[in-house]
């Protein structure tokens, strides 16, 4: 690994006059437990080190907009055991806990998470079915934009040169709503998954007669980026008792992904799994709703 210069901006604005005066030499620094990782393999070799750990507030959890605006540099272990975030956001909660294990979410925060942009990051799958937004600035003006839409590809965002991502709005799960994240590792629950899905859905009526009357649904970890599944509504209402139409919604699922053979599987492989979990998160979702 070679030398570099590490800074330490005391506000937003010195950070990102430091990102445009150095360029494509500089990276930003929350956690580290990725960038750690590219810098030893020399993956990037950067001049400068902006870390932001010195920015007053920028891990801060506060209300807004109906929800919670979670500041960039807030650690995953403090997001997971955060009360406000657990009735706000059980979806996003659950994604977090599954992340690495307890080591890296003590120190990996929810910006850096989202900034790196590996597909087979577990949070983004559960914001974008969210609807969640992400607050970008460059130290004078700030903008918001869907995580949806700040995912561009393997490991590129919709950050501008000199913007950092300073946090996170994540709406409030609306009342009757319930929620499930699901996961599938070929090897250790530590390992990265190769494939995630997130659904958010309003069950009525009562047991055995439940219905999901609207759904939505974001497969991950096998395409550069987050996919929101359409076609969606043409099926509700879901019934419970309803076999076919459930089998029809994981071909729905399958039908809309375009995987790639790797190491984490094939491309067959991981459209099977992604219908095994929208099949299950269904039954979680019809569980849920059964509850008293």
């Not at 210069?5 to 930003?28: F, M, V």
């Not at 009342?175 to 309003?202: H, I, N």
């Amino acid at each position: 690994m070679r030398d570099f210069e590490l800074l330490y901006p005391a506000t937003i604005a010195e950070a990102c006059q430091a990102l445009r005066r150095h360029g494509e030499g500089a990276r930003l620094l929350a956690g580290g437990t990725s960038l750690v990782q590219f810098l030893k393999e020399g993956m990037y070799v950067p001049e400068v080190l902006v870390a932001l750990q010195r920015i007053p507030a920028l891990d801060a959890v506060v209300a807004a907009d109906g929800g919670l605006r979670i500041g960039a540099m807030a650690r995953l272990t403090d997001l997971e055991r955060h009360a406000a975030l657990r009735q706000a956001a059980p979806l996003l909660r659950a994604a977090l806990h599954l992340v690495g294990n307890v080591r890296v979410r003590n120190v990996a925060t929810l910006g850096g998470n989202l900034c790196h942009a590996d597909p087979h990051a577990d949070p983004p799958t559960a914001l974008v079915a969210l609807r969640a937004e992400v607050v970008l600035g460059d130290g004078a003006q700030s903008r918001q934009l869907p995580v949806a839409e700040f995912l561009l590809d393997y490991y590129e965002t919709a950050l501008r040169p000199g913007e950092l991502l300073q946090g996170i709005i994540v709406p409030r799960q609306e009342r009757g709503q319930v929620s499930v994240y699901r996961r599938f590792t070929a090897v250790s629950e530590e390992d990265w998954p190769c494939v995630t899905l997130a659904a958010v859905g309003s069950v009525r009526g009562r047991a055995p007669n439940l219905a999901c009357a609207a759904l939505r649904l974001v497969v991950g970890a096998l395409e550069p980026r987050p996919r929101l599944i359409a076609g969606i509504d043409e099926l509700l209402p879901l019934e419970a008792g309803d076999a076919a139409r459930r089998e029809t919604l994981a071909e729905t699922v399958m039908a809309q992904l375009a995987p790639v053979d790797d190491l984490l599987g094939s491309a067959w492989y991981k459209r099977q799994i992604a219908g095994v979990l929208a099949r299950e998160a269904l039954a979680d979702l019809f569980q849920q709703g059964a509850a008293p």
